[in-house]
T-cell receptor, first 113, second 114 residues
Framework: DQQVKQNSPSLSVQEGRISILNCDYT??????FLWYKKYPAEGPTFLIS?????DKNEDGRFTVFLNKSAKHLSLHIVPSQPGDSAVYFC????????????FGKGTRLSVIA | DAEITQSPRHKITETGRQVTLACHQT?????MFWYRQDLGHGLRLIHY???????NKGEVSDGYSVSRSNTEDLPLTLESAASSQTSVYFC?????????????FGEGSRLTVL
């Protein structure tokens, strides 16, 4: 049973517009959520995270929103740039980081110039 | 700069052969992990370790083993490689005290089993 779900395998957005990547989870024990970005032939790199005690975290062009009642989080990228084209993975952990991260299947974002 | 390195980056082997993928980190992290990435499956956990002599099975551990004899290294061994183990393998590490569990990944090892 998949605990972290990214239901959109791909997303295309025009340069300068907003990209919204969605993630749903089923385990109510998750207390930290992270987004990773992955370019081809490279390892994933950390992008932004949010604790379950918050509903929003912002870092420059990237904002993550958490809706605990809906077990849903989203990553907003504004404005989108061609360099943002990558695969984005949503991940979650339980127990103050004492368990390994559980990842979603990823969403491939293409930002079109 | 501290880093995490994987070797080899690319390997082709035959069914039934034993294969070992190396992972070495200089972050001095206690926690180390192996994930595999496959199309349609994302990143799935194979094995992980929270310190020397500690190893734990992940979601897809069958056919794989790890050993942790020091802090820096967590080699992943495929005892008898199968075509289903053709994948890209990522090693990662994290600080024991980091409540988020943020992982630092290596660049990956692409394994092809013929």
């Amino acid at each position: 049973d998949q605990q972290v779900k990214q239901n959109s395998p791909s997303l295309s957005v025009q340069e300068g517009r907003i990209s919204i990547l969605n993630c749903d989870y089923t385990n109510s024990m998750f207390d930290y959520f992270l987004w990773y970005k992955k370019y081809p032939a490279e390892g994933p790199t950390f992008l932004i995270s949010i604790s379950s005690i918050k509903d929003k975290n912002e870092d420059g062009r990237f904002t993550v929103f958490l809706n605990k009642s809906a077990k849903h989080l989203s990553l907003h990228i504004v404005p989108s740039q061609p360099g943002d084209s990558a695969v984005y993975f949503c991940a979650a952990s339980v127990g103050q980081g004492n368990t390994p991260l559980v990842f979603g299947k990823g969403t491939r974002l293409s930002v079109i110039a | 700069d501290a880093e995490i390195t994987q070797s080899p980056r690319h390997k082709i082997t035959e069914t039934g052969r034993q294969v070992t993928l190396a992972c070495h980190q200089t972050w001095n992290h206690n926690n180390m992990f192996w994930y595999r990435q496959d199309l349609g499956h994302g990143l799935r956990l194979i094995h992980y370790s929270y310190g020397v002599q500690d190893t734990n099975k992940g979601e897809v551990s069958d056919g794989y083993s790890v050993s942790r004899s020091n802090t820096e290294d967590l080699p992943l061994t495929l005892e008898s490689a199968a075509s289903s183990q053709t994948s890209v393998y990522f090693c990662a590490s994290s600080e024991a005290g980091d409540v988020s569990g943020e992982l630092f990944f290596g660049e990956g090892s692409r394994l092809t089993v013929l």
